[in-house]
């Protein structure tokens, strides 16, 4: 098939990015220096992309298909703010920035939909719901707004050369063992995140199975070549992390949405991936319905 390069090959995510693209037949370089990298990866490198030289050597080298950028500090606060910002947008300056100096013709930036800015201490209701592409963004700490740069960088480099460029903005992201019992990036277990309702508000309820999610990323890297350069696109669950409708519980989470929330009846979630079904055949399989074990 053709060469792929992760970055971010051992995240949560990354780890099934590897194992999806090698299973359909890719080459896949990982590129991560943290351990974890599944062993399905032809070359595992742990290179420091925040380094520029060391960017343009690690693509000079392999010379990949495509690229698929994860890497980045991925929880918000986790870190100091300066670091935070500072370490995501020069990881998506450099991947892109080499990516398109050196020829590659297809690069995929990860992006978050945090960029909407829920959460924000003064206060945040959405402009409609469900949230879509078109949704102004209204970042408001360090991670959201290296986000929104992240895309705004690829979108400069999609409008500068022949590569074609997107990025995607998976929602809470939960791989296998997470279903299992072990912590998400916020501490907590999924089980917890559906029993108290005020953890899973505070990201109004998104998720998706991380398999789920790279298998869109596998789809939207190979339909590159046929896409407006340049676009945008949400990965989600077809349904919310709740065991109550959104019109019920986002009013008691995020003030003010009784109104817009009222169209979110059944299990119906607050992000939109009506344009990754339209544009690229993409739905997701999985639901913590059937993942979760002994749902109750």
Same mark, same amino acid.
């Given at each position: 098939?053709?060469?792929?390069?992760?970055?971010?090959?051992?995240?949560?995510?990354?780890?099934?990015?590897?194992?999806?693209?090698?299973?359909?037949?890719?080459?896949?370089?990982?590129?991560?220096?943290?351990?974890?990298?599944?062993?399905?990866?032809?070359?595992?490198?742990?290179?420091?992309?925040?380094?520029?030289?060391?960017?343009?050597?690690? $693509? !000079?080298?392999? *010379? +990949?298909?495509? =690229? &698929?950028?994860?890497?980045?500090? #991925?929880?918000?606060?986790?870190?100091?703010?300066?670091?935070?910002?500072?370490?995501?947008?020069?990881?998506?300056?450099?991947?892109?920035?080499?990516?398109?100096?050196?020829?590659?013709?297809?690069?995929?930036?990860?992006?978050?939909?945090?960029?909407?800015?829920?959460?924000?201490?003064?206060?945040?209701?959405?402009?409609?719901?469900?949230?879509?592409?078109?949704?102004?963004?209204?970042?408001?700490?360090?991670?959201?707004?290296?986000?929104?740069?992240?895309?705004?960088?690829?979108?400069?480099?999609?409008?500068?050369?022949?590569?074609? $460029? !997107?990025?995607? *903005? +998976?929602?809470? =992201? &939960?791989?296998?063992?997470?279903? #299992?019992?072990?912590?998400?990036?916020?501490?907590?277990?999924?089980?917890?995140?559906?029993?108290?309702?005020?953890?899973?508000?505070?990201?109004?309820?998104?998720?998706?199975?991380?398999?789920?999610?790279?298998?869109?990323?596998?789809?939207?890297?190979?339909?590159?070549?046929?896409?407006?350069?340049?676009?945008?696109?949400?990965?989600?669950?077809?349904?919310?992390?709740?065991?109550?409708?959104?019109?019920?519980?986002?009013?008691?989470?995020?003030?003010?949405?009784?109104?817009?929330?009222?169209?979110?009846?059944?299990?119906?979630?607050?992000?939109?991936?009506?344009?990754?079904?339209?544009?690229?055949?993409?739905?997701?399989?999985?639901?913590?319905?059937?993942?979760?074990?002994?749902?109750?």
């Amino acid at each position: 098939m053709s060469r792929v390069l992760v970055t971010g090959s051992a995240g949560r995510l990354g780890r099934s990015v590897v194992s999806t693209l090698a299973a359909a037949g890719h080459e896949v370089i990982g590129v991560d220096r943290a351990p974890g990298t599944p062993p399905e990866a032809a070359v595992t490198l742990p290179a420091d992309l925040t380094d520029t030289g060391e960017t343009f050597e690690v $693509l !000079a080298r392999f *010379r +990949p298909e495509s =690229v &698929i950028h994860l890497a980045a500090i #991925a929880t918000p606060f986790s870190v100091p703010e300066s670091v935070i910002f500072k370490v995501n947008t020069q990881l998506a300056y450099n991947v892109c920035s080499a990516s398109v100096a050196l020829g590659v013709p297809g690069v995929v930036v990860a992006s978050s939909p945090t960029v909407m800015g829920y959460g924000a201490p003064g206060g945040w209701t959405p402009a409609y719901l469900p949230i879509d592409e078109q949704h102004p963004v209204r970042p408001w700490n360090a991670y959201n707004l290296s986000k929104v740069t992240a895309e705004e960088t690829m979108k400069a480099y999609a409008r500068a050369g022949t590569t074609k $460029l !997107a990025a995607v *903005r +998976p929602c809470f =992201v &939960i791989p296998p063992e997470e279903w #299992a019992g072990a912590p998400t990036q916020s501490g907590h277990t999924v089980r917890e995140r559906l029993d108290r309702p005020e953890l899973g508000g505070v990201s109004l309820f998104n998720y998706i199975d991380s398999r789920d999610a790279a298998e869109m990323i596998a789809v939207l890297s190979e339909a590159l070549p046929d896409l407006p350069n340049g676009e945008v696109f949400f990965a989600g669950a077809a349904d919310a992390l709740a065991r109550k409708p959104l019109a019920d519980l986002l009013p008691q989470v995020v003030p003010g949405t009784e109104t817009l929330a009222a169209g979110l009846t059944g299990t119906s979630p607050a992000f939109s991936t009506a344009k990754a079904q339209r544009l690229l055949g993409w739905q997701p399989k999985r639901s913590w319905r059937t993942e979760l074990k002994d749902v109750t």
